[in-house]
Structures are given as C-alpha cells and as structure tokens.
C-alpha cells in the first residue's frame, strides 16, 4: 500500500472538494475525515452493512470500498446532499414519520438506497422495495416500519 | 397516582409522534462517537493477545516509543491499583500478569494519527508464556483443569459463590420437587445448548477522551450509562469521581453491549498520560473481539404433569459459559434459574446453575439476560410435554398460565398478568389470517412460545425546571440507545402539565450534570425512569400551583392545569400562564421552580417462607411483564432451511406512552430473536481464536432473511406501582421468538432441534434422528 501523498479533486454535494491523502484512502475515510461528512457512517468497513452507501454518478456505492482516487470527476452525492430545500426529503420525512428511524446509525444507508430506488422507480412493488434495501442491515427496527415508509412513498404519499 | 386534574384533552401520552432526534438522525447530523473530533486529537490503537491463555513475561516498548507521533503507551506493566469490573472485580483495561482470551488488549498507544498508532501497536513486543486454555464448560470443569483466575478468592465482591473455574453457584427451590414427581405419570426430559451471539449494534463501542489543564478528564461516549463509565473510568484511572465526567453522544444501538464499560478507561487513561484528547473507536472486527457475547449455555430440564396437563414439578440445570471474565455473568445466571419455571404456576421447581470460566471473550449482558437460553429449553419441553400428553400445546399453556395474584418463581406477588390474553391474541391472529399457499419442497409448521421477564432494578431519578417563558427543561441519566426513551420522558412530562412537547428540552446524559441513572437496561427506562419523570413534573405542577393561586389569589385546590401551558380557576375563564408564574418565580417571589424525584427499585423480594434463594445477586428485580408469540415457518425438505414466514408477537406493556415506539421494539426484537435462533453464532477454533470477526461471517438477519408480517400486539394492563401504567418492552419481544421457531420446525417436520442457531445441518440431523 502506497502511503504518499495522492491528491484528489472531488465533486461531492455539488461542490469541488480538494483532497491529499494516501492512494489507498477510501472514500468513506475522505467524507469522514478531511471533507467533515460525518453522515455517512462506518459500520463494518467490509461492504457488508450498508451503513456507507453513496450515490456516485447516481449509483449506488459503498464508501469503504472505494477507493477515492479512483472517483475522478464522478460527482458524488452523500447524505448531507439529501435534504432539499424544504429540509427534510420527502424520502428522509417518510421514514421519520413512520417511526422507521431508531438508533439511526443505519438510516442514512436506508435514505440513499431509498432514494435511489425511488429515482429510478418512482412507483416499486413491495417486493422491489425489499429488494433494493437488501444491501443495508438495521439491528434495531425488523425493517417492517421501514419497508411500511417506502411502500407509503411508492403509493405517492409525502411527494 | 389519581390526578383529576390532568383527565382532559388530547394527551401526549398513547400518541406515536415523530422521534425528537430522528430528524437529525435521518439527515446525518446526528452525532456519534466516531463524529466527534476535538483539536489536537490523537488516536489510539491496541495490541491484543494472540493468545488464549498466557504469562506476560515482559514488554519491549523501545522500538514502539521510537517511533515519530507517538504519545503515550500504557500496558499491563503501569496498572498498579486494584482490578476493576461488576460483581466480581476481576478485570483490567489492559491485562496484567496473564492474558485469558485471544484478544483481549494487552497494550494501547495513542499517536497523532490512526496509522501511526497502530504501527506503534504492532511495534510492541510482548513476552508470553504460554498456558494450557480451557474452551469448554466440560473443560472449565474437568478435575485438574487450568485455572484463570489463581487469585480468585482475594477479588474484591459483592457476592460470593465460586472457586477454582466457577465463578458463580446458584440455586432457587420451592416446593419439594422429587416427591412431586414421583406423584407425575408424565414426565419429559431434555437438554438443550445455545451459542455466543454477538449484540451487532450498528455502531461499534468507542470514546474520545479529553483533558483539561487541571487533568480533569472528559470523556465523550458511546454507552447505556454516564454514571457507569464515570464510575468505571475513575476506579481504573483511580481518580476521584469528580475528576472523571461522562457525556453520552448518540448511541447507534446498545442491546446490552454497552452495559458495562471496559474500554473506555483505555482512552481515558492514555489522554491523561498524554494531556490530549485521545479517540479509541473499536473497528468491527476489534468489536466483536474485545466486547462481549450472549452466554453459551447448556440446560437440562425435566417437567412433570398428571394426566390432565397440571405440571406439578420441574428441575432445572443451567451451566453457562462466562468466558475470560466475570462481567455480569453472577446476575445473568440468576435470571436465568428465575425465568427458568416460565410464566407457569408449577408448584415444585428446583433450578441450580453455575457460570464459569473459560478462555474465550467474556460474555455479559444482553437483551433477555438469560432468559432466551431459559426459554428456549423450557418452552421448547412445553410442546414436548404436550405431544406427550397428546394435548394442544396452547391448551396446556392456558391451563398452566400465571394468572393475577399469582407469584413468580422466588415468591414475590404479581399483581397483574395478562399472559393469556397475550397467548389468546396470537392464536386467533393466527387462525383468522389468510392461509399462504403451500410451496412445494417446504413444509409448513406453527409454533408457539410464552415468556415472562421483568422491568425495574436499582436506582434511577429525574429533575425538570420551569423556564422564563414557560417553557421546561428535563434532564434525566438514561441514555436513550435508539429504543426511543427521548420521547418517552417528554411525553410523560408533557402529558403531566397538558404541555406540547416542543415547549419542552431534554438535555443530553452529562453525568455532572443529569440526574443519577443506573443504566440503560433490564427493560427499564419507561418505567423506573418514567416513574422518575412523572412524579418530579407534578411535583414542579404542584409548585406552580401555589404561585397561580397567589396570582390569583384563591385556593390550589380551585385550580386547574389547561392545555398549553395555562393554570386556570375552575368553572371560570380566568387563568394564568406557565411564563407569568415562571417570571413571578425568578424576579418576585419564591425563587425558580423545579421538580425533582429519586428511588431505588421498591417493589416486593423474595418471599423466603415459599423460596429457597440461594445468592441471587439481586434481592429484588422489577415488576413482571408477560407476552406470546406465534409464528408460522417453511421448512426446506431437501436443505433444510428454515424461513420465518409470519409471526404475531403480543406483549403487556402496562400502557404504552408511544405506540410506535413499542411496535419497533417488538418487531426489532423478534428479528434479532429470530438471528439467535437460526443463523446468529460466534465461533472459536481449537486454538480459542475467534473465527466469526466480520459481518461477512456472522450472519445477521436482512430485509430478505425477515419475516414480511410481524404483527406486534400492544396489550395495555396499567400496573398500580406506575404513576401512567407503564412497564417495559425493550427485552421480552427477543425472548419468545427462538423458542417459537423451534416449535414450528417440530410442527413442520416432526423433529425436535435442541441446539442454536438451528442451522440446516441440525435441522436435517432432527429429522433423520426422529424417523
């Protein structure tokens, strides 16, 4: 593992962002450290929980697993970059009225795969729902108050 | 506490009203230990043992110290007070003299950045000898076995009752079990094993420890109790308390993990040597290394009926695997014996247990206390006692359920039970659903489970203050772990003063600051911390009383509480506000207005004339809460996979302050149920190594691995000791749900698994063993 030095131009949140750091930092050690992004979280650092989960070009992608060198000018969006103007997404607003959010260290994993399923399928079944979270662990809910608040989005309610 | 005052309008109480803090959570802004980042922060790393049982000969730090950016490094070798830990004071941040699990931290560094402290860790050479280790109870036990703690009977405790590997002996007797079951034409016998499972909280354990000028430490953390890691923290560091704060951040789940503290004081110790703050967060592998399990247990019983399904007697043997280090296992063990008769009026029980040694990461508290591994074998020898009987297995539990008036196992009076109610709700749940079509390849089984568990325990207490404007400021000790306590206190508070619940603050856990809690645990919170809440707001309620009928020159007792934050006089429309009495308050006359309330756990002991209680550790627990389960499985013919198709899951909460709240733990707390039963399990090689270190090799339940229905059940009882009713949820919901499972196997398939995770291999061994 290379320990120089590596500097990275990153589009994240709409914003460029200018990085030194080792070739072999991951994006998720860049949000978090020198970028301040502490939203997105580190479960497992293994890609296993899903606690990390970016959207990078619009797709879904683990944070600990990529490597930010290799992110170019791919804009990525995290957590901090969810919330429109109103506050709150309507996806973020539908798991907090659902009661879905509990110790909340998953949930940002939960918004982003949500949200990108939701973007590319505005009106999922209950079984692309199930499906598209499938990538993220809760220990908390049983994902039932989650799995309610996306099927409440897909029937149009909070749009 | 009858209180016509209050009987109005729409209530905080029994509304589900969004989180306080999921906003914060679901936009990322909420903050977790590892989001915390102080200036000039170092970071901390550990060297762990590569050994399960070992002599430390000697350290070699010269080459570690060498290095550039490193700051301070303690071992073993600086630890010079007494060991610290629960009941059983046998343990030390870093080992001294020995190490007992493969893992365990032997040496930490802190240095300017992560990659250098770790170097540095890597760097330090340690010297062992090694010894013989011991893996298993058996081995634990066996005549001649390696000793882990030679100097056992000079440990500093608080309860007595162990020697050579056992750590703890216990027993409970009522009645005269032999001569029951001679009287008892059905009999039947088992013995039943289960497994290390891991908490997996989302968030692994961690801290960042500062230090002021006067060496005065903070520490920023994630736990289920301030108080305790102050507490911990300082007896390690040997500091006075005064000298040693704790504040909680957010905590990204708990279950039990957190209960105790034991690397904190690491940080903690390593920021003191080098006057910065230090971060020590666990990664996931460190996590499921240095932390704790679920006890292994092994439990035989027997159960004895006369032919019309009365059970007259049970004996019960629990031995459970408490690893390197004592933690909670003296209390977990005696839960366990005291769950161990079920929620059953069985007259003659005999329950004897020990927790043990053994070479392998301590396992302490978690979600059920022993009482999974107690309900698992006894509610799985239900069914067989049923099949015996050639009875429906509802049936017998009907006929045998606790009932009002009853008394637990241990004597003391429940006064209230709805455990048939519960029982009766899952069943008709179940028989009224639509069926699911069949699968081909899958048999289709039901089973069910009972359970009954405690909430209360030790001390706890809350203060709330009356602001200028009106609006009031609460502060308690518990630490809310995502389960949703937050909302809980305010909607007690609010409810007692008609108040909205954005009138009022809840201040985070400072244990300067925040009233004495014990922890976060034993489905505690709502009820002993709620009791808490509830009687220090009438008491500000009463106080501000006496100023409105000042203000208004009459009588308190003309006086009423109105939604909003006004006190008026009854049967008029006069009134004044919560702003006017508070400013009368800090500027005219009778100084601020605040309520506050403490107690101790105060409800019945053991009743020695009916029990036999021999070292329990505790000499009175909570009140007792009831709840079934029911749940419907596909068993795989050809794999023997089992699926958790459906499950109905009721539960007596006394009164639910928050709906949602208590259908999240529920749900929550079958699935992580539903992991321990079928897939969940933490394993050691022959060398005492632990194999299962990433969440690639531990399997905990996903979306797909859940049950698409969990029907959670919110059975309301109002308990009398409850200023609201209400008693706890946070453990039962995991309980029922292995149990459960395995009678539905048994139903599906005819074979009975008596070993956890019920993994295909086992399922299929059941089955070629019954045919």
């Known amino acids: ?97 659902a009661g879905a959010v509990q110790c909340g260290f998953c949930t940002p994993g939960f918004v982003m795969a949500l949200t990108s399923l939701l973007d590319s399928r505005p009106q999922p079944s209950a079984d692309d729902i199930r499906e598209a979270l499938s990538g993220n662990l809760c220990r908390c809910s049983g994902y039932i108050k989650i799995v309610e608040a996306a099927i409440r989005l897909a029937e149009g309610e909070g749009a | 506490m009858p209180d016509p005052t209050t009987a109005a309008p729409a209530r905080a109480i029994g509304a589900s009203p969004p989180r306080l803090e999921a906003a914060d959570k679901a936009s990322g802004r909420a903050r977790y230990v590892d989001d915390v ?73 802190a240095a300017i950045d992560a990659e250098t402290a770790e170097r540095a860790a890597a760097a330090i050479g340690v010297d062992y000898e090694p010894l013989e280790a011991v893996l298993t109870i058996d081995e634990a036990l066996a005549d001649a076995a390696p000793i882990l703690h030679e100097e056992f009977a000079g440990y500093v405790k608080t309860i007595d009752g162990g020697a050579g590997n056992v750590v703890f002996e ?132 027997r159960t004895g ?47 004897r247990g020990r927790a043990v040694y053994t070479n392998k990461l301590r396992a302490g508290s978690f979600r059920g206390f022993g009482n999974p591994q107690a309900s698992f074998a006894g509610e799985s020898q239900i069914d067989d006692l049923a099949q015996r009987l050639g009875m429906d297995s509802v049936e017998l539990r009907m006929l045998n359920a606790m009932q009002p008036g009853s008394t637990a196992f241990g004597g003391q009076p429940v006064a209230s039970c709805v455990l048939r109610e519960c029982l009766a709700r899952v069943r008709d749940a179940q028989r009224g659903a639509s069926p699911l079509p069949p699968r081909a390849g899958r ?60 009138r009022i603050s809840y201040s985070p856990q400072d244990s300067d600051a925040s009233p004495y809690n014990w922890k976060t645990a034993g489905s505690r919170s709502t009820y002993m911390t709620g009791r808490a809440v509830a009687v220090a707001t009438v008491e500000m309620r009463k106080r501000m009383f006496d100023h409105a009928a000042e203000l208004i020159e009459c009588s308190t007792e003309d006086l009423e509480l109105r939604p909003g934050g006004m006190v008026g006089l009854k049967g008029v429309p006069l009134e004044v506000s919560f702003k006017q009495i508070a400013l009368r308050s800090l500027f005219q006359a009778g100084g601020p207005i605040s309520g506050t309330h403490g107690f101790v756990f105060d409800g019945p002991g053991f009743d020695p004339k009916r029990a036999a209680v021999d070292r329990l550790a505790f000499a009175n627990l909570g009140v007792y809460t009831f709840g079934a389960h029911c749940v419907e499985v596909d068993v795989d013919e050809g794999t023997g996979a089992v699926e958790v198709r459906r499950a109905w899951c009721a539960h007596d909460v006394g009164r639910a302050i928050n709906p949602a709240s208590c259908e999240g733990q529920i749900q929550g707390g079958f699935v992580q149920g539903m992991g321990y039963a079928l897939t969940e399990a933490m394993h050691w090689n022959d060398e005492g190594w632990l194999t299962t270190v990433t969440l690639a090799d531990y399997k905990i339940p996903g979306v797909l691995d859940s049950p698409v229905e969990i029907h959670a059940f919110v059975l309301e009882d109002p308990d009398p000791s409850h200023p609201v009713g209400a008693k706890g949820i946070g453990e039962p919901s995991l309980v029922g749900a292995a149990p459960a499972i395995a009678n539905a196997i048994r139903d599906a398939v005819g074979a009975r698994v008596r070993k956890l995770p019920m993994i295909p291999e086992r399922v299929l061994d059941a089955i070629d063993s019954a045919t």
């Not at chain 1, 590596?6 to 949000?31: F, K, W």
């Not at chain 1, 697993?65 to 969006?77: I, R, S, Y």
């Not at chain 2, 970071?43 to 050994?51: D, G, K, N, Q």
């Not at chain 2, 996931?284 to 679920?294: A, G, K, L, M, P």
């Open chain 1, 1 to 97: 593992m290379s320990t120089a030095p590596h500097h990275s131009s990153l589009v994240v949140n709409g914003e460029r962002r200018d990085v030194l750091a080792p070739a072999s930092t991951t994006l998720l050690e860049v949000l978090r450290g020198p970028l301040e992004l502490t939203g997105t979280k580190r479960g497992c650092n293994h890609g296993v929980c899903g606690a990390c989960t970016v959207l990078i070009d619009g797709k879904l992608a683990r944070a600990c697993l990529t490597l930010a060198a290799d992110v170019g000018e791919h804009p990525v969006v995290t957590i901090e970059g969810i919330a429109d103007e109103r506050g709150l997404s309507r996806v973020q607003r539908a798991l907090v009225e």
């Open chain 2, 37 to 109: 980042r102080l200036p000039g922060m170092l970071h901390a790393a550990l060297l762990t043992s590569p050994h399960a049982h070992a002599r430390i000969v000697g350290y070699r730090l010269d080459v570690a110290r060498a290095i550039s950016g490193v700051k301070a490094i303690v071992t073993g070798a600086d630890l010079t007070g007494p060991r610290a830990g629960g009941i059983i004071k046998d343990e030390s941040m870093v080992a001294r003299g020995k190490v007992r699990y493969v893992g365990e931290p032997v040496a930490a560094v």
């Open chain 2, 170 to 301: 216990s027993s409970v007797t009522e009645g005269d079990v032999d001569a029951a079951f001679a009287q008892c034409p059905f009999v039947v016998e088992g013995t039943w094993e289960t497994q290390a499972q891991h908490h997996l909280y989302m968030e692994t354990n961690g801290c960042v420890a500062d230090v002021d000028a006067t060496g005065k430490i903070t520490l920023h953390v994630t736990c289920q109790s301030v108080h305790h890691v102050q507490q911990r923290v300082a007896e390690e560091l040997g500091e006075p308390m005064a000298r040693v704060r704790a504040i909680a951040t957010r905590v990204g789940g708990g279950f039990g993990g957190k209960h105790a503290s034991n690397i904190h004081s690491i940080a903690a110790w390593l920021a003191r040597a080098a006057r910065r703050p230090v971060k020590l967060v666990l990664s996931r592998t460190q996590d499921f290394e240095v932390q704790r399990s679920r006890h292994p247990a092994r439990i035989w019983m």
């Open chain 2, 305 to 351: 009926a006369r032919a019309d399904g009365t059970i007259l007697a049970r004996d019960v043997r629990i031995e459970i695997d408490g690893g390197a280090y004592a933690d909670e296992s003296p209390p977990v063990l005696a839960f366990a014996l005291l769950m161990s008769r079920g929620p059953y009026r069985i007259p003659n029980v005999r329950a």
């Open chain 2, 443 to 502: 048999r289709r089984g039901v089973g069910f489970a009972v359970m009954s568990h405690v909430s209360g325990l030790m001390g706890t207490a809350a203060s709330v203050q009356l602001r200028s404007d009106g609006s009031v400021s609460l502060s308690t000790g518990c630490v809310d772990l995502g389960q949703g306590s937050d909302t809980v206190m305010v909607q007690i508070c609010a409810d007692a003063l008609l108040l909205p619940m954005e």
